[in-house]
């Protein structure tokens, strides 16, 4: 069969444009609703999608002025997407910093039990001093550090995941006895970060291990990711850019002893579709105008980590901005983000109108053809293995992109009409993890 | 209206009784089975139950090799429930000395959104140091210790639910304003146990708080539950012991300057039901039958704080115990089983049978009748509000309860034929909480 394309629905309210809220269609507390969430999953799940996946960070982010800025948990919520969905793969983002390993490697387990196999947790360290905040600390900690305890909290996670061999419950009733009781074992791991005894309290989940995803792409980001992840959602502003991190990625897989195949990189992209070219550019130009540059002048400020009276809505970005390595979080967004306005000779007000939609993802505007066409170029031209749509309005953006690009892309042989496994890894094409206790012990 | 019942189902894989997993009919894999929680979910709805319950602890509690060990995140389970339901109350178990409030919190929030207000949170502070060592501690922490810990923790969830005003939120489409801003405030909390500076990252929810609920019946839990407890389980052997434990709370309870009303006691029960008396006698001593006594003891050795080689099966309970003030955890319940076996007489072998079905609760056996008259007879005389409805075997125990038990409370106008309220306050009765910022602000 032809290599075929891999599709994640990036779940965001009423879309990801900061805008979206305000569109007449658009249910301003759809952040809060479960048949919000309901509805864009299950057209998704209809068009096939590998999987949904929800952002996260344990403190208020957004301005609540300025846009819907209350998140449910993502794992209670994905749950909850799991009792009324039966394929499609469910990925949480949560935080290695701000979570014990004990607690967090037993809620995937549990998803990955309740929905049978569907479970994938994109792993983040965290960025912000107001995070921190939130959990006993003056500030953040180092990016480093940051990296280095999220590496540790992968091995003990891991450790947890395995600690019953998949054979391990025999449930035999006569005898009386569930578990073999030596292929139940504590982990006693003592480590820098963390000192975790004993089994999880959960057995092996039907993944093994959650899917691993990451999006991270400093240095220190990408080493984690060529380590870790099996997906990795990413940023990429141009065809040239998605190239470098691709080839990148799969070199530093391979590096690390890895298959790169089982290194599955997804570029996020806005689609913005039209029944002609006209039409989509139209409706680009629309969303750009419902922003309001007061406030997006604020939070582009927190990321390239300069004072906001620095920032001049008719001017370009200053000359002087503090470089990659003097913040200590969203490395990679402030590079991109100041590449891009530098390239294109940007003032803060067509910056913000361009980061409204996208914040640093591609745009793809076009017909339903340009569309399929762009997504084509990009798979086969070393760019991307499938791709995680971002659609500015919902849930009208995925209709679309189900209803009109999806067929196309299906025609072409491209991406699947049915789902072919049962689990999130067998939809990504990638293994179930052998257990690590068994490895040690057989 | 006359007073009315309460009941809660305490959900528990195959039943209560820790053989239960070995009977013909039992899935020994229901611990991991959405199905199967649903199932028993629908039967308690059906019945118009107030609500269903998980107990939990971060640490693999039971010995995998004798029983289904594994435990489903309790947060996560009653997350998939709330979308598969509509009017039941959803109440979990999570540890306060094991989680960090603003992740619990938080969780807690995002039930209480996803259920339309149905979440209840059955607030433990975790005994044994098997928890403590999956969380980077030697030992645990000092009972007293545990419960300002819990105390503390409190404190900062109430701030967090009530960061946000019940009218924080405008979604004002024209202007672009979501919410007020100085309707969002930072908690700015500064104590001995937690520095937490942010507002919540949720609104706040239907009930404003979960329910919340406790079970510990020392003196400082009994002192905690007067401060903060809105429902309580209790395992009570008596009726004698019940109506001590019902008083003595809610005189506490009215000594902190609460409305007794407001605390709402459901001691656990095990309804065994026979369609003749001496069928139910039959049920009652299969179960004690199934029982494994070599692996009974050396829970029981646990919970009381001896050396397992201590206790011989035929013979009593030896004299020389560790008193309840020499040990961390369990106290209340080491004090329940030690009283029991010395008022009947019991041999370590009685005992146990004894506690494989209800573990210290009561064991109402008998026909639908009778056990419906005791029932009566405890909630007219000063022992309950309503009841914990432990089912040595699931589901048929809770099905045979509603199907027989359940109707004739309703025809004595005891019980609720159909759900007046919406929320899980509502059905207990208990009053939405005032927001705390909008009293200081206000």
Redesign the interface.
């Known amino acids: 069969m032809t290599r075929q394309l891999h599709f994640n629905l990036f779940l965001h309210d009423t879309g990801h444009h900061e ?1 979206s ?4 269609e ?1 249910d ?2 759809a952040n ?1 609703s ?1 048949a919000a969430h ?1 509805h864009l999953t299950r057209v998704a799940e209809d068009a096939k999608f590998d999987s949904v996946f929800l952002a996260d ?5 957004s ?11 993502p ?3 994905l ?6 969905t039966t394929r499609i793969g469910l990925i949480a983002t949560a935080s290695t910093s ?3 390993p ?2 967090l490697a ?2 995937f387990a ?2 990955d ?2 929905s049978g196999g569907r479970a994938g947790w994109n792993i983040v360290t965290t960025a912000g001093e ?1 995070a921190a ?5 003056t500030d953040q900690p180092l990016h480093k550090t940051r990296y280095e305890r999220a590496d540790e909290f992968l091995q003990v996670s891991t450790k947890l995941w395995d600690s ?1 061999t998949d054979d ?2 025999v ?1 035999d ?1 006569e005898s ?6 030596d292929r ?1 074992r504590d982990i006693g791991h003592h480590g820098t970060h ?10 092996r989940s039907p993944q093994g291990w959650p899917l691993l995803v990451q999006a991270g792409s400093s240095d220190n980001g990408r080493e984690f990711a060529a380590r870790w992840a099996e997906a990795i959602f990413v940023a990429n502003p141009t065809l040239a850019e998605s190239q470098e991190f691709y080839a990148d990625i799969k070199r530093r897989a391979v590096a690390a002893g890895r298959d790169p195949d089982h290194v599955v990189v997804l570029p996020g992209i806005v689609p913005v579709i039209g029944d002609s070219p006209a039409e989509a550019l139209e409706l680009e130009a629309d969303l750009e105008r419902l922003i ?1 540059p007061e ?1 997006a002048v604020g939070t582009l400020a927190t990321v390239l980590g300069v004072d906001v009276g620095r920032l001049r809505l008719d001017e370009p970005l200053p000359a002087d901005l503090p470089a990659e390595d003097e913040i200590e979080g969203h490395k990679s967004r402030r590079t991109l983000i100041v590449e891009w306005a530098r390239r294109d000779n940007l003032t803060v007000r067509q910056l913000i109108g361009k980061l409204g939609g996208g914040r640093g993802h591609r745009t793809f505007t076009g017909t339903p053809v340009q569309v399929a066409d762009t997504i084509q170029h990009y798979f086969e031209n070393g760019a991307a293995d499938g791709f995680n749509i971002m659609p500015a309005v919902l849930p009208s953006g995925i209709e679309a992109f189900a209803a009109k690009v999806v067929p196309i892309l299906q025609e072409r042989g491209l991406f699947r009409t049915e789902y072919t496994g049962r689990t999130l890894r067998e939809h990504y094409g990638l293994p179930r993890p052998a257990n690590t206790l068994e490895l040690i012990n057989g």
């Open positions: 805008a809220w305000r569109l007449p658009s301003p507390n809060l479960l309901q960070s344990p403190v208020l982010w301005d609540p002025g300025r846009r819907p800025a209350g998140k449910l948990e794992t209670l919520l749950a909850a997407l799991a009792a009324t701000y979570n014990e004990y607690n037993r809620r549990s998803l039990h309740l107001a905040r939130n959990f006993g600390l019953w391990a419950i449930a009733k009386g006895i569930h578990a073999v009781r139940v963390f000192q975790v005894q004993g089994a999880l309290n959960v057995p309001s406030y």
